[in-house]
């Protein structure tokens, strides 16, 4: 377990010719237990100074004026190449050791992303080479018109790349 902590009960006990009941056994009598990994997005150094700039702007509008109007959104990335599944993923130790997966910020993708004011402003999806300043810029003001795509495969994906502004 020591050698390989991410590897599977089922595969050590294979390995060592153990039931996997047997092997699950010995695990719990040597306090080993199956820990989650967390995957972070790799943050910069030059993240931290950004996010202090943003909070600080936005610190100052909401200053200027109270009574503006706030949109809460959210989006959610669905990753073309299968990257991490994070429910399968274990990591085998007595103790956790707080094992962090980094993976780039940037891989191939498709971007679910909706807002809320008083209603539901819409549920869009973008194209990964949509993803940054020009373009969001772009949608906003155009009045978040972007289209409507319901297909998550990779060749509307593709697609959707090529037909974006």
């Given amino acids: 377990m020591q050698q390989?902590?991410?590897?599977?009960?089922?595969?050590?006990?294979?390995?060592l010719g153990l039931s996997r009941t047997s092997f699950t056994r010995i695990l719990h009598d040597l306090n080993f237990h199956p820990h989650k990994i967390a995957v972070v997005q790799m943050l910069k150094p030059q993240d931290i100074t950004r996010r202090i700039l943003f909070c600080n702007t936005m610190k100052k509008i909401l200053d200027d004026d109270p009574d503006i109007q706030l949109f809460m959104s959210d989006e959610a990335?669905?990753?073309?190449?299968?990257?991490?599944?994070?429910?399968?993923?274990?990591?085998?130790?007595?103790?956790n050791p707080s094992e962090l997966h980094q993976q780039p910020l940037h891989s191939e993708k498709v971007t679910?992303?909706?807002?809320?004011?008083?209603?539901?402003?819409?549920?869009?999806?973008?194209?990964a080479s949509c993803i940054n300043n020009r373009c969001t810029l772009k949608r906003l003001q155009r009045g978040?018109?972007?289209?409507?795509?319901?297909?998550?495969?990779?060749?509307?994906?593709?697609?959707?790349?090529?037909?974006?502004p």
């Avoid at 679910?112 to 194209?127: D, N």
Wanted: net charge positive.
């Fill in 112 to 127: 679910a992303w909706a807002a809320v004011k008083t209603a539901v402003i819409g549920l869009r999806t973008i194209p």
């Fill in 77 to 95: 990335h669905f990753h073309l190449n299968g990257e991490v599944n994070k429910p399968n993923c274990r990591y085998w130790a007595q103790n």
């Fill in 4 to 15: 390989s902590p991410r590897r599977s009960a089922r595969q050590h006990a294979q390995a």
């Fill in 144 to 164: 978040l018109q972007c289209q409507n795509h319901v297909s998550l495969d990779p060749i509307s994906s593709k697609k959707m790349e090529e037909q974006s």
